[in-house]
């Protein structure tokens, strides 16, 4: 059974970094059927895509995050990471780290959901 879990600081300072884990169990981030994203839901909205890793250790992100996202992956420990510069308050969300591995199930287009971490970006 696939299980994800984020980690990581639930405040920061606008213009700081915000660096999240998500570590995975049940399989291994290297597997060729899976790709492994992260999502967020700001107060009151919809998700939102931010970028996904791929078992080859490519990565895709979305076209507005892109200039200040970095996803990597640690595979010794089965893990893939977030950093977000620039914070800004708009950035408040709550962050999920979430898998897909091609089934024909899915809950908001993926298999696998983290319980998802709140962020709060303020001075």
């Known amino acids: 059974q696939v299980q994800l879990q984020e980690s990581g600081p639930g405040l920061v300072k606008p213009s700081q970094t915000l660096s999240l884990t998500c570590t995975v169990s049940?399989?291994?981030?290297?597997?060729?059927?899976?790709?492994w994203s992260w999502i967020r839901q700001p107060p009151g909205k919809g998700l939102e895509w931010i970028g996904a890793?791929?078992?080859?250790?490519?990565?895709a992100y979305a076209p507005s995050l892109k200039s200040r996202t970095t996803i990597s992956r640690q595979t010794s420990k089965n893990q893939f990471s977030l950093h977000l510069n620039s914070l800004k308050p708009e950035d408040t969300a709550i962050y999920y780290c979430?898998?897909?591995?091609?089934?024909?199930?899915?809950?908001?287009?993926?298999?696998?959901w983290g319980q998802g971490t709140q962020v709060t970006v303020s001075s």
């Open positions: 049940g399989t291994w981030i290297t597997s060729g059927h899976y790709y």
């Open positions: 979430a898998a897909f591995d091609g089934s024909t199930w899915s809950i908001n287009g993926y298999n696998y």
């Open positions: 890793i791929f078992n080859d250790g490519s990565t």
